[in-house]
Nanobody
Framework: QVQLVESGGGSVQTGGSLTLSCAAS????????MAWFRQAPGDEREGVAV???????TYADSVKGRFTLSQDNAKNTVYLQMNSLKPEDTALYYC????????????????????WGQGTQVTVSS
C-alpha cells in the first residue's frame, strides 16, 4: 500500500521560503509521477508542480521561477523548494503520486493521481 507523508509546512512572511518534503513508501513501480497540489479555503484543488521518475518537471504558471521540485530517489522523497512566497500561496499543500506506463507523461491533472498525502499547511502573511 502506497503511503505519502508530507512535512515542512509552516508560517512565513511575504518573500520568505519554505521547503516541503514528501516521503513515499510502498511504491513498487519504477515509473511514477509525483506532484504537489494545493487548496485554499473555498477554492478548487490546483496543481503546483509535478516530477516524473525520469526527472522531468512541470510547474503551474503561478509558481514558475519561484518554486523548484526535486527528488532523492534513494530516499523516495520529493522536495518542493518555495521561494519568494506570496500571500496567495497560502493553502493546504498535498503530495500526490501515481504509477505510469513507459509512454505516459506526467501532467498536473488531479484526476490522474490516486495516492494522496494528508496535507501540510503553508501560510504566508503580508
Amino acid at each position: 500500500q502506497v503511503q505519502l507523508v508530507e512535512s515542512g509546512g509552516g508560517s512565513v512572511q511575504t518573500g520568505g521560503s519554505l521547503t516541503l518534503s514528501c516521503a513515499a513508501s510502498g511504491f513498487t513501480s519504477g515509473r511514477y509521477c509525483m506532484a504537489w497540489f494545493r487548496q485554499a479555503p473555498g477554492d478548487e484543488r490546483e496543481g503546483v508542480a509535478v516530477i516524473s521518475s525520469g526527472g522531468g518537471t512541470t510547474y503551474a504558471d503561478s509558481v514558475k521561477g519561484r518554486f523548484t521540485l526535486s527528488q532523492d530517489n534513494a530516499k523516495n522523497t520529493v522536495y518542493l523548494q518555495m521561494n519568494s512566497l506570496k500571500p496567495e500561496d497560502t493553502a493546504l499543500y498535498y503530495c500526490a503520486a501515481r504509477s505510469r506506463s513507459l509512454w505516459q507523461g506526467c501532467a498536473l491533472r488531479r484526476a490522474d493521481f490516486n495516492y494522496w498525502g494528508q496535507g501540510t499547511q503553508v501560510t504566508v502573511s503580508s
